[in-house]
C-alpha cells in the first residue's frame, strides 16, 4: 500500500493521512485535528472506497463559513494523488 499525507487547508485538522491499495481503494483514513468523534466516522464510513466513490458522496460538503470542510478536504486528497 502506498501511504499519502495531505496538508488541509481552511480546516481544523491540519493534516489526513491515508493508504490506496493497488486496486485503488483508500484505507487507514486518518485526522490530525478537527472533532475527533465525527473524523473517525468519516473515516470508516469511507474505509475501502475508491477516490472517486468519496469525492461523490463529499466534495462539496461545507462547514460554516469557511468554503471547505474536513470532508470536502478528504475528497480533494483522495483525488489529489
Known sequence: ??????KTTGTCAQVIHFERDDDK??????????????????????????AEEISAKLLGNLC???????????AKAVMSV
Open 1 to 6: 500500500m502506498e501511504k499519502f499525507d495531505y
Open 64 to 74: 460554516r463559513d469557511k468554503g471547505t470542510s474536513c470532508a470536502d478536504q478528504l
Open 25 to 50: 481503494k483508500i484505507h487507514n483514513i486518518s485526522f490530525e485535528g478537527g472533532c475527533n468523534g465525527n473524523l473517525k466516522a468519516v473515516s470508516k464510513l469511507c474505509e475501502g472506497m475508491t
